[in-house]
Every structure is written in C-alpha cells, then in structure tokens.
C-alpha cells in the first residue's frame, strides 16, 4: 500500500474543502473518505486505489435515520447496514431495503459498511481488482480483458465495448425500486439526485460511476413516503447460500387492486452495470392479473436488450427464473 | 552521465528527508503504554508529529487496558494488535474481509480488523479473543468450543469464537439456519461447521 496522509473531518464543510482538492472524485482520486473502509481499504491493499490523503469521516453527524415533516425516511450516510437492515421503521415500511441489506456480506462487514459507502461500492470484477490486468475502468484505455476472458459473474445488462462490469450492491438494487433519493453536499452547496440518475452506464468512460464531483459528499438517503399496502420481496441467487455476492438478484415492489396488479416496481442486480431498473417490465405488469405467463413476459421486456458473454450467457436464464419466482412470491 | 555535486540544492533536500524519515522511524518505533508514557516520549512524538504526516497517534483501549501508538497510516487494526501490541490471538487469513478469522469487538461490536485502519480507532475499545477468558477463567463461548470441538486446525477459532460472542447479543432467530447465516462471515476450512453451531447454542440456550 502507497503512504498517505490522514485526517478525520470534524464537520461536514472541512470534509468537503479538503475532497474538493481532488483532481476526480471517480477511479483514481487522490483525495478518498473513509467511512467502513470495506471497499477503499481492499482496494488500497491491492493498489487500485492509491490516494494521497485519506479523510476519515466516521464523526460527522450523519448516523442518524429520521422521519420527515413530509413523511419521507431520511439515512443518514453513516449508518450502518446492519443498523438500517434491522431499523423497525425500515422492516415495516421498506422490507424489501432490509431484506437486500441481509442478503449482503455478512454480520462483520454489516457493522462497519455504511449507507453512503455501500452506494458508491466498487466491482468484483477480477480483471478490475488485479493491477497487473488491462481494465478500462481502473486505467482508461488499456482495453477489457473481461470481454474474452473470464466473465461469469459479470454483466449482460448496460454494457459497452469497453467495459462489462457488474454493480455488486444487494441495497443499491433496493434503493432503486424504492426510487430513492441521494443527498449529495458539495462545494456548490446541495443538490438532490434520484438514484436512477446518480449511476451512470460505463460507455466510453467506464472510470465515471456516478454523478460524484470532487468535494461531493453524500450525507443522506432519502425514501419516498411508504406506499400503503406495497408487498415487496428481495431474491437473491448466488454460488453459496451466504456470504457471496449476486449472480442475478430482484427487488420488487407490488401493489395489487383486487385481482389486478395496480403498481409494479421492478429492479434487478447482479447482471447489470448499474442497479437496473426495468419500466419495460412494469408496464407489462401494470394492470394485468399474476401469473407465471405474465412474469415470463416481463422478465424478456426486461432481458430484451441483453448481451451475454460466452460466460456469463446462463444469467439470461437465471434472471428470468429470479424475477419470475420474487413475483410469484410477492403476489402469492 | 548527469552530475551530482554534493553541495547541490538537491542533493542537501535528499540529505535532510533522509534525517527527517530517520527520526520518524525512530518515534514511530517506539511503542508505549500509557503508564509509559513520559515527557521525552511524547516530545518524540511531538516532533515527528510535526515532520511526518504518515503517522498518527492514536489512543486506544484494548482490553480494558489503554495503549498510545503512533501508527504508519497504512496499519490496519489487525496488525497494530498483533505487530504492535503482540496480541497475536486475533488472526490474519485472508487480509481482505472474506474469511473472518480477524473478527474482533469494537465498541462491543464485531468486525474484520483487517479492513479497518488503526488510525481510525482513536478512542475506541476492543475487545480481542485475550481478553475474552483465559486458561482457568474461559468464558462460556470458549468452554463451548472445547466441549463441542468446535475447531481441526484451529486458525478460524479465535474468529469464530468472537463472532458467536457478538451473535448472542444480535438480533437472530434461534433455528440452525438462522445461526448458520449469523456466522456466514467466518470461513473454516477444516469444516467443523456443526460443531461451531453446537457449541453456539449450547451458551444460547444458557
């Protein structure tokens, strides 16, 4: 690991002031906040991140989960998973968020990782993680040895030619049918950004996650109001029963009128760049009775843009079975 | 070939970096306990405070006993409580947070040491498996372990054991596949899984 300088903010503007000194606040920023340290502190030891000054930001004020005038559930970005997952608010209201939370990492890494860490999560792509690799997100240019080489858990959903990198976040993918809203504190004051929005396709830039600017701080989540009588259910598929991350994974969010499905909410994880979320797939829902016709049909409005890999060409089928039996389940 | 007098600006900054790194490695060697902790010691660090931003000073409690460290940046709590503190009971595996034979208590909740920065645990408290029990004075999580033989090789113990500890105080069910998933994040290779799941709710059930 490369030496740096450390610090620990004291207030959100210090954090701030210090980060805007960055050059980027994407792949090789020299300025990096520490929260958990589950992602940034592996990846230092591997030395695909190398920052300079590492600014802990463990004793800022946001720990906080609170409910807003307007009926909104505001996270603080320094709340732990495990303290989230477990929160009876976020049980009652928002199942679907505690269930991805308890289908990611395990009890250990839940305490320490932290809601606006867990955001901005990093790929496990292997080519990725090992500097000795060409990779296009890690050194723009140098090409993607993923595309020919070793791809299975990688993505079919979102790619370029230039990267296929696969967003590993169980609680990203919840958030997102959840239609959450990232707070986002910079040097330019506050800006709001839906999370449909916060994370951006690799394209021809795959260094560039997010929206994120030098200086941007996360500092909350915000949850819409709970939709009354919403059933949800996060599935989630993977080579081991624990402890590993998602070959495909669905959050679904339904509402049903009678015998009628009257609002659908679909997203899926482990097969995309970005958490994905299919409005393709929710209009084939909308309005329609449940059945097992139905869910295939929205699973290929889902899948319809896919592009497989030789290795990872087994995720369409799985997918389609993921998202087929979370709505089985959700509208049982 | 390029020259380097030695009266050069350049070679006089090397000169004096070497000094300064010299005087840092020596501050940052020296390892102190708080009843240790005397003037001359903290004018060390005072100077190598001032000279060195790749080291900081932390306060930590360990065990119920307070230590000051000036750590390289770089440590990870794991290895300041094995490098620096000696306490060598809390293992290093994967050094990446996937196997959990680091897992030790902060502020009476379990992480992977390995994944965290010393310097980021100025005023905290840990808990390492030393300060759990000791031979004659086990605690009950301990004796399970022995009476269940809850470990082969035994490397995963020490992790095992302070995870199970953390377990009862968490918010699980009580079925075995409750327990199992509780205890996802400590990896045996041995594979003495059913014995671990013993052991643990033998001290669950009281």
Known sequence: ?332 | MPQHPDDSPEHASRRSFLQMIGITGMASGVRWSSAQAGAAHDQAHQHAARLDDTHTHVRIVVNGKPHELNVDNRTSLLDALRNELHLTGTKKGCDHGQCGACTVHVNGRRINACLSLAAMHDGDEVTTIEGLGQPGSLHPMQQAFVDHDGYQCGYCTPGQIMSAVAVLHEKWGDSDADLREAMSGNICRCGAYQNILAALKQVRRG
Not at chain 1, 73 to 80: D, M, P, S, W
Not at chain 1, 85 to 95: C, G
Not at chain 1, 248 to 277: F, H, K, Q, Y
Not at chain 1, 287 to 302: I, Y
């Open chain 1, 1 to 332: 690991m490369q030496t740096f300088a450390f610090s620990r903010a004291n207030d959100v503007q210090q954090a701030i002031q210090a980060g805007a000194h960055a050059s980027t606040a994407q792949q090789g920023s020299e300025v990096r906040y520490v929260a958990g340290g589950t992602t940034l502190i592996d990846l230092m030891k591997l030395e695909v991140e190398r920052p300079n000054h590492v600014i802990d930001i463990n004793h800022l004020p946001l720990n906080q989960v609170e409910t807003t005038s307007d009926g909104r559930l505001k996270i603080g970005a320094l709340v732990r998973n495990a303290d989230l997952a477990t929160l009876p608010e976020v049980q009652r209201n928002y199942s679907v968020l505690s269930q991805a939370l308890l289908a990611g990492a395990s009890g250990q890494l839940r305490n320490m990782a932290t809601t606006g860490g867990n955001l901005l999560q990093r790929t496990r792509c292997v080519y990725f993680r090992d500097t000795h690799s060409p990779c296009n997100k890690r050194e723009p240019g140098s090409g993607c040895p993923a595309i020919d080489g070793y791809n299975r858990n990688l993505a079919i959903l979102g790619v370029s030619e230039h990267c296929i990198a696969t967003n590993p976040s169980d609680m990203n993918v919840a958030l997102t049918a959840l239609e959450a809203t990232i707070v986002i504190h910079g040097s330019k004051g506050e800006r709001q950004v839906p999370i449909n929005d916060f994370f951006l396709l690799p394209g021809d830039t795959p260094q560039r996650e997010t929206v994120m600017e030098p200086g941007d701080l996360i500092t909350h989540v915000l949850l819409p109001k709970p939709h009354q009588g919403a059933r949800s259910r996060y599935l989630k598929l993977r080579d081991r029963a624990s402890y590993e991350f998602a070959l495909a994974s669905a959050a679904v969010l339904v509402t049903l009128e009678g015998e009628n499905i009257s609002t659908a909410r679909v997203a899926m994880g482990g097969i995309a760049t970005r958490p994905w979320r299919s409005h393709e797939a929710e209009q084939v829902l909308t309005g329609q009775t449940p059945s097992q016709a139905l869910f295939d049909k929205a699973a290929h409005a889902l899948l319809a843009d896919a592009k497989p890999q030789h290795g990872n060409a087994f995720k369409q089928e799985l997918a389609r079975r993921c998202l087929v039996q979370a709505l089985t389940e959700v509208t049982a």
